[in-house]
């Protein structure tokens, strides 16, 4: 697809900006899971079910709010409903800090969970770059994410040592307010526009909740996140019963997350540019299967080092090339619904996850929760299988405000007609066009050339 290929100033602006506040949101949400379920005990009435609870309860909250609060962005402005968050979620994380019970921190959670700005975020984000540079923006946010999370196993246990469990919920909640001050000191305000490849329509949602070739990868991000969430209830006990004291276990995920980082690279790359997806994520479900078996037998530290080594090097894989998928195979003009939704289903996972890690710990023990994760693979692996790969197409808009609309159907004939595109849909409230294109073929320069000749 042709494009101009460099970013202007205020695009390089917007995608350093929103990735950075981002990253401080996600940073806060994440620093509780190598702690929690250690470091929560001397909190009052402290069981395994509520420290599992307490670990994945925002995802509850998040999972409720996430679609509404992308829609009510299209309203009302992106950065209102952000600001609006980030205060719901460092008000949740002061809650979390001055709690003395679990039930406290539980609330504190479902409250930082109320902050879901995420819709809003990638709404703002689509708004503030151009079609060409869109996927840089989302890698952007994207590594961002991941970064935040490398960052929160290795802090959260560093926090904890220095001020305990209380002094990661005060850090989160300035990390939130100095999110604010990103937001309204870095980011652009853009003009206030719908784009349905940034953000949920309600309509459409209820749509894409019928829409089948979505759904294995609705339920694939629910069971990612459901068991990185119970594996966490587990692996700081398991950790201090190897003998690594809980100051230690940021050495421990350092090295394991700069290097499952790095070997995963390579196979993302060949999932994207060799048209391997389906292939190459069958493969990290198997690997994922071999470490959480692994995990199972465990009791060395050198050999828990290895283990989740294996399971992030898988994770990553997954995390990088499901949204991907998705995106991939959202039809035309849907790409924002279908994100919502699945969105929604993974932070339904991490409130599932919570909840179902602690009570199997507690009636089965450290191995039943481990080999139950992996049975679970093995079932998604199977869906993956007989799940078609995915054609590789991208999602592009065509901005019709300055041209004539009478000729809505003309414009889709001529734009069928071209090669590379498979999919295209006039929405009249935005008076834009919404394609599938093949980018490797795709000229976006002829496209705009023959929608003007159809108004000419």
Do not use: C
């Amino acid at each position: 697809m042709s494009s101009n290929i460099t970013l202007s100033a205020i695009e390089k602006r917007a995608i350093s900006s929103l990735a950075s506040l981002y990253a401080l949101r996600m940073l806060g949400l994440f620093m509780v899971l190598p702690v929690m379920s250690v470091a929560g005990l001397e909190l009052a009435g402290a069981t395994p079910e509520l420290l599992g609870l307490a670990i994945g309860a925002y995802g509850l909250s998040q999972a409720l709010l996430q679609i509404p609060a992308g829609a009510l962005s299209d309203y009302i402005g992106r950065k209102p409903v952000i600001v609006g968050g980030l205060l719901i979620f460092a008000l949740g994380s002061f809650v979390a800090a001055n709690a003395e019970s679990i039930e406290g921190v539980i609330l504190g959670r479902i409250l930082q969970g109320g902050g879901a700005i995420a819709s809003a975020v990638m709404a703002l984000v689509t708004d503030l770059t151009r079609e060409e540079h869109r996927m840089k923006a989302m890698a952007s946010i994207g590594a961002s994410i991941g970064l935040s999370f490398s960052v929160a196993l290795v802090l959260g246990p560093a926090l904890v040592q220095m001020g305990g469990l209380s002094l990661i919920f005060w850090v989160t909640g300035a990390l939130a307010l100095a999110g604010i001050l990103v937001l309204l000191m870095a980011v652009p305000t853009p003009e206030r526009k719908k784009h349905r490849d940034g953000s949920a329509v309600m309509v459409e949602v209820f749509r894409q909740l019928g829409n089948t070739q979505l759904w294995p990868l609705n339920i694939g991000i629910f069971i990612l996140h459901a068991l990185m969430v119970a594996m966490f209830v587990a692996v700081p006990t398991q950790l201090l019963a190897a003998g690594l004291e809980l100051s230690d276990h940021a050495w421990l995920y350092l090295p394991v997350l700069v290097v499952a980082f790095i070997i995963m690279v390579p196979f993302v790359i060949i999932a994207e540019k060799k048209r391997q997806m389906k292939n190459i994520v069958i493969v990290a479900l198997l690997i994922m299967v071999g470490a959480l078996v692994m995990m199972s037998q465990v009791t060395e530290v050198w050999s828990w080092a290895l283990a989740l080594g294996i399971f992030f090097w898988a994770f990553n894989i997954m995390e990088a090339s499901l949204p991907s998928w998705l995106s991939k195979i959202a039809p035309a003009g849907a790409k924002g619904s279908a994100m919502g939704i699945y969105s929604t289903m993974q932070f339904s996972g991490a409130f599932v996850g919570g909840i179902l890690g602690g009570y199997v710990m507690k009636e089965y023990g450290v191995e039943g929760l481990f080999v139950g994760l992996a049975l679970i693979v093995v079932g998604w692996t199977l869906l993956v299988a007989v799940t078609p790969k995915p054609a590789h197409l991208n999602s592009v808009r065509i901005d019709l405000a300055e041209a004539s609309t009478q000729h809505n159907q003309g414009y889709l004939d001529v734009l069928l007609a071209m090669s590379g595109v498979s999919d295209a849909i006039f929405i009249a409230e935005e008076q834009a066009i919404y394609l599938k294109v093949d980018a490797s073929v795709f000229d976006y320069q002829q496209a705009l050339a023959r929608i003007q000749s159809v108004g000419d």
